[in-house]
């Protein structure tokens, strides 16, 4: 009966082991030429970008650019990782913690919290209505043009 049990907790664990591993780069889902779309938040209304002013991002495999018409005006390195974040008011309900994707750009020097899919990314995603400004950027191409 022990042998039993020893082996179903040693099947089970291992089955968790595997279950937890992450399949494939985080990077790749940035990997491509995004432009801003529309930005929204804080005390403002939202507010929607001319297409081809030249706001964009640009992002390889861990290198990025981005561009305020058409002037580079930042470039280095970053990581998307997956961290938790406290989302809502403490003054209006507790504190929940949930799982964001987060760039890290420049060797961990600034972040940025971003919500991404396919085609959307949303930087400085909002935890809360007070969290300031979030920036919508459209996937334009799949190549990140550096």
């Known amino acids: 009966m022990r042998k039993i049990h020893l082996i179903l907790c040693l099947v089970l664990g291992f089955s968790l082991i595997n ?3 992450k399949g ?3 990077s790749e889902s ?3 030429t ?3 779309t529309e930005q929204y938040g804080g005390f403002q209304p939202p ?3 001319v297409p081809g002013s030249g706001n964009l991002y640009m992002f390889s495999k861990n290198m990025y650019r981005k561009y305020e018409n058409g002037v580079l005006i930042k470039s280095g390195t970053y990581q998307l990782k997956e961290d938790s974040i406290a989302v809502g008011d403490p003054i209006v309900r ?3 913690y949930q799982i ?3 760039v890290y750009f420049d060797n961990n020097s600034n972040k940025s ?3 991404t899919n396919n085609e959307t990314i949303i930087e400085g995603y909002r935890t809360s209505f007070f969290d300031g400004t979030e920036y919508v950027y459209k996937k334009i191409s799949d190549d990140p043009g550096f």
């Open 34 to 36: 995004w432009e801003l």
């Open 47 to 49: 507010k929607k970008a």
């Open 30 to 32: 940035l990997k491509g």
């Open 100 to 102: 964001f994707n987060i």
């Open 113 to 115: 919290t971003v919500k």
């Open 24 to 26: 494939g780069d985080s």
């Open 94 to 96: 507790p504190l929940l």
């Open 19 to 21: 279950g937890c591993k």
